[in-house]
């Protein structure tokens, strides 16, 4: 298992579905084409963004199909795979090393809430990463599984040669800074949104998995070369102004929000499955407002 | 569709697996047929102390027909088919249809938390109303989803004539008690815990889905036949006496607690799916030692 | 210490403060003399509803010489005592036994949360219960504290001569009915809310604190009486139709909403302290409304 | 009212109590006095670390007079003087002006958690400050208040002459980083804890009120001396050191582990106002771990 570098920025490409809400294959790979241009490190399908919970089995892997398809060779792959169970995690994992994923990023069980302790949690991972022929990345998520990863269990999740990283989505950056500083140095953390992209830089992430990626990567991948490159200020007035787009398009409106967005952006946005609704005209309105005003305009070229 | 009543105890019956960790068809029959001689109004099968959740697509089929063959004519089998998206969802109660349950108890959508407004969810148990031939019972399980659906958006989903009743686990009986006044009389409330059976029917419920009743059935009826028959102080003083044993194999341990105390006594409890870790040696003595003192520790007749 | 019995139902009377904001006496005396025409067990003073919070210490002392001077002898009054620290909790209690109060009810310190562990909360409870002349009455509120105490603190809690009770607005029913199965028989256990007053009585409480008894007492004795004298069916009924208005003077729209009902119903309400808000005038239209439907129009006699 | 520049590093004293817990004004002045070594740019007193809400009336301002009384000039005291009412805080706040405050920080009202709209907040923070004769601080602290500000509600109380800043000590970067970017540019952000430290300075934030400044002040002030140099590998390096023992005197085991962290460093913790309980013997071998791998071991000089 030689390593893998996470540094950069990877948008984590919603699915497409048609307007008869079944699997748009096509729209992947297209999607994939147009933000190929950017210098992107790599995409990241079947994560939340991409629906991964609304996906049947056969669909979800259709679905990395149709992305490999379209991703590059030394453009990254990483394929969402966590389920509730051992069992059916692995399975998934496995088949997204079978389609040529890169790295498999793993959301913890989390319905039954009271029996995941950190015990459980470790071996869960471990168990995953044991069978795993890619490395495997964790995946933090509170919004929407109503857990918290704590430092403590991250820290020994990660005392494993097959697990390389974090993507963390929580939004507490002194996490951040504890695993960053006690973790191995080859363990690696993703920032899971690009509302606190720089501050997670600024702790020593390497990159960011960011929804705003789809419609906004020459912004993200700015924010990170201005940090690189020392010019804070610039950074942090970039970072400033890409709050309230990307709240818009995550915790705010969702999915939904997104394709809306990446429909007005010239690339493919589609429908969500239900029950998810489409979002009001009014919200479309404020959202078109809010893009507009942080500078999201344009469009991706095409 | 006629109607359906469900007066009455249904136990939740776990979902057996082998040492394997595959499912278990002949235990799950097995399992029913003890239970049967108790006079149970049906059963749940492939709720959440069957480990829905942890089963591929093919494995909830074959539960739900294991299940079948063993449940008489005249015992109802209500079958859990809730997914993330109406899709699913609808897929798995037309399976449940197809293999002879006699409704569907129907977890609504929770891992987009926030998109999941009272319009989405109205809008989901509709669209699972219409597409079902079998009667639909919505299902609220704050404890593992992380919602808790009000009374006002109950009351208009109630509000279909295919939707016939509602499993609250939430124990918040002020609401149950303003659901049984305010929805239709037709409209049927179970109790999801033991812990709440007796005031949950003092506020009008009908009777309850409980992980207790699969181990401690005589007991549940009784509290219920003490109840109907008005003797509240034997009622209250039996429900009081279940509420550490309903605790410790619900909140408190979970499932591998039930599968345990129902290997203790007799029927085959087995290993959960992993991560699902299974008890340690001293939750086991402290299991038995509330068992006991509940006076849960004949077994059942086999 | 002899025995108190808190059979029945108290009124957590607001707190009258005149339109410049100043602690009203006059009008705590009226209303109280009002309510009394009722047979009512008693009244809370400076509960939750009687805005504890908002008072300045010389306040506390002047609205329970108020109290003390209306309420009756034979009718107890409970005095809310509770504050940060034991030694603030300690001098409210004393000076609560010196204008005449018959018990202290007590919420438990909450601001840092995360220090109050069982221990802190047992040594909190007892050391005023040591220190204090008249008996000690655990209170507990989630809603406003963002804590709950759970069955076993409260059991330990109990385990004191001079703490005779628990007041719990918290709904959890299944946790009441453990506490009076678990604890003393001489530990008596109130519902916080007419939410859910019948389900409490049905696991053994023995009456209430009830903000709704302020607006509703008839309705509230009514319950109760029903309840002991077997009268399932019509205590039920009245329980459902009491579950809107209850909410909409607690949860919904709390204590501005409770002082507007009594200002319609003849008593006095008048403001609340800032920085809580009057009722919006759609929405005292729509509590009219509520209060409407649930037959509670007709107003006290005076 | 001129400008206050809040650029800076600012430790939250603790208050001190003698060993029969009462106010102990010589140790508050002279643990000031040693701190002052340190080029601090002022002092908290009567924050959450300063136990105000353990406090009579009376020794809250006592508390001010030993403090100011020890802070020199050109050194800022700020001023915790939030209550539940209004007109508490108002007292409170002119109290702390009297005795020579340089500004107030205002924790909200949040008992009565469901009437604290966005319009109450604004309306308090307004009158406060309309009434306040020093400029005002918002303070959020989630961990304690069971309520987190959100960005436009904190943008809309920022829009007030007299509201010169925000203390946050609920971690979301993301929210910081849109109210520096959304406030006017006068508006100044303070982090609440030593574990976001630099995250917050790299998103604008001009210093904090750290609770670790207390015990590591000097940490303190290279963290954000290193930032401005532009040197943010070894801020980073140092920021990472500083999470686990600033989690530990914070989150972790609160105030009384911050006063044994001084008791050992040279200057006054003694004991915290009861219930809150003193260490465990272990947590203190714990804690004295944590410190010493910090390198937080030498005492500050006498």
Redesign the interface.
């Known amino acids: 298992m030689a390593g893998i570098s996470l540094n950069g920025i990877f948008p984590p490409l919603p699915t497409s579905f048609n307007e008869e809400?079944a699997l748009f294959q096509e729209m992947i790979r297209s999607n994939i084409e147009r933000l190929c241009q950017y210098p992107l490190t790599g995409f990241l399908i079947l994560g939340?963004n991409g629906e991964l919970?609304?996906l049947?089995?056969k669909e979800k892997v259709m679905a990395l199909e149709a992305a490999r398809e379209a991703i590059p060779e030394g453009t990254l792959m990483l394929a969402g795979t966590g389920g509730?169970?051992?069992?059916?995690t692995i399975?998934l994992t496995r088949e997204a090393a079978r389609t040529g994923a890169d790295a498999a990023m793993v959301l913890h069980?989390f319905?039954?809430?009271?029996?995941?302790?950190p015990?459980?949690?470790v071996?869960?991972y471990h168990?995953v990463a044991d069978a795993s022929e890619i490395p495997v990345i964790v995946y933090n998520m509170p919004?929407?599984?109503?857990m918290d990863l704590d430092?403590p269990t991250i820290l020994q999740i990660a005392n494993h040669p097959n697990i390389v990283g974090l993507k963390d989505s929580g939004?507490?950056?002194?996490?951040m800074?504890?695993v960053?500083?006690?973790a191995g140095s080859d363990f690696q953390v993703l920032a899971g949104?690009a509302?606190?992209l720089?501050?997670?830089?600024?702790?020593?992430a390497v990159g960011g998995i960011l929804a705003l990626a789809n419609i906004a990567p020459r912004q993200c991948l700015d924010i990170m070369e201005l940090f690189i490159r020392?010019d804070?200020k610039a950074?942090?007035?970039l970072?400033?102004?890409m709050?309230?787009p990307?709240?818009a398009v995550t915790?705010?409106w969702?999915?939904?929000a997104l394709k809306y967005a990446m429909d007005q952006l010239g690339l493919y946005g589609g429908p969500t499955?239900?029950?998810?609704?489409p979002l009001e005209k009014e919200t479309k309105e404020q959202l078109t407002g809010i893009l507009k005003e942080a500078g999201i305009t344009t469009g991706l070229a095409s």
Do not use: D, I
């Open positions: 809400g939340s919970v609304m049947s089995e509730q169970s051992t069992r059916e399975w069980p319905y039954y809430k009271g029996l995941m302790t015990k459980a949690l071996a869960f168990s919004a929407n599984t109503g430092a939004g507490n950056v002194a996490k800074a504890q960053t500083g006690q949104s509302g606190f720089l501050p997670a830089l600024s702790v020593g020392g804070l950074a942090r007035s970072q400033q102004r709050v309230a990307n709240g915790r705010r969702g999915v939904p499955r239900h029950p998810v609704q």
